[in-house]
């Protein structure tokens, strides 16, 4: 193919990518003003989710995970399909307790991953997770 030709082809794919509308989803309950999920270029962003403090950590963490999911769901999509996930801690010291539940729970090959250390979170939690998912 001619060079030229292929930088057009390249532009035109970047132009219809660019104009795709985003979808929002409405979060119900929610602490603050924001979408629970937004899907935007073949992308779904879910909001920072989280799980009943009520119970153990283990089963705060499951909590946040199968709200991911169940946030993913809404879009057709599934925790297979998250490509990167943001974990918000209280209790860096919790971090081991925490992989245990994301290893049992996330199917492998696992999504890239950062785990961040914070002072607190909305509603008193412990763990508060953030994902991206790609359409397949």
């Not at 629970?36 to 283990?58: D, P």
């Not at 090959?109 to 979170?121: E, F, G, I, M, N």
């Amino acid at each position: 193919m001619r060079p030229h030709i292929a930088a057009l082809l390249l532009a035109l794919s970047s132009f219809a990518c660019a104009s795709a509308p985003s979808k929002h989803l409405i979060a119900e309950n929610a602490l603050g003003p924001y979408s629970a999920s937004v899907e935007a270029h073949g992308l779904v962003f879910v909001a920072g989710k989280g799980g009943s403090s009520a119970g153990s950590f283990a089963e705060e963490a499951e909590g946040a995970i199968r709200a991911v999911e169940k946030e993913l769901a809404r879009s057709g999509l599934g925790l297979a399909d998250v490509v990167d996930v943001t974990v918000y801690l209280t209790d860096m010291a919790r971090y081991a307790e925490f992989n245990q539940v994301y290893a049992r729970v996330f199917p492998a090959p696992y999504p890239a991953r950062a785990c961040v250390a914070v002072s607190a979170l909305p509603a008193n939690l412990h763990v508060e997770i953030k994902a991206t998912a790609a359409r397949p």
